[in-house]
């Protein structure tokens, strides 16, 4: 089974089991709704309950329906949080999960003609930015938007674009 990291445990948070953590999904108010499923990554059999998680500053804080001492959640300090595939929420329309989308084949979706691969994802502000590799090695970026990016085939990994003049920085 396939496990994905969801968050790196920090700290305890009071006396009641609470724990602090950094985020590394995208997707935390799924992640750490009552009743979600986590697990500790390189011990997965150990399932961990979500009583309830909100979010704290720049962290999370969560409390486990399995950890009710300040104790017991400081033996998960520097764990990481994992979640199996099979816990895994299904995401709304047009919502990918990088691992989905990386490594996919980048195609004209006019010409048909193979462009490059995506080799990496951002997220600077308002939507995502894909960087697409040529086989020459040239790198450019473009954007996560409806005018760009006209198909997404998870499935076969292809992505079918459109490129708006100057995403390319052709000569």
Do not use: C
Request: no cysteine; charged share 30%.
């Amino acid at each position: 089974m396939q496990f994905y990291d969801v968050a790196r445990i920090l700290s305890t948070h009071g006396l009641n089991g609470e724990i602090k953590v950094a985020l590394i999904t995208d997707f935390p108010k799924e992640r750490f709704a009552a009743n979600a499923k986590l697990s500790l990554k390189d011990n997965e059999d150990k399932v961990l309950t979500v009583e309830k998680g909100r979010p704290f500053k720049q962290f999370w804080l969560v409390q486990f329906k399995e950890v009710t001492t300040v104790e017991e959640a400081s033996e998960l300090k520097g764990k990481t949080l994992v979640v199996s595939q099979e816990n895994q929420q299904k995401l709304p329309a047009g919502s990918y999960y990088y691992r989905d989308i990386l490594n996919s084949t980048v195609i004209d979706a006019e010409s048909g003609e193979k462009i490059g691969t995506i080799t990496d994802i951002q997220s600077p502000g308002a939507n995502d930015v894909w960087q697409v590799t040529e086989q020459s090695g040239k790198e450019y970026l473009i954007p996560y938007i409806p005018d760009v990016v006209k198909k997404v085939d998870v499935a076969n990994k292809k992505v079918y674009v459109k490129l708006l003049e100057g995403l390319r920085d052709e000569d």
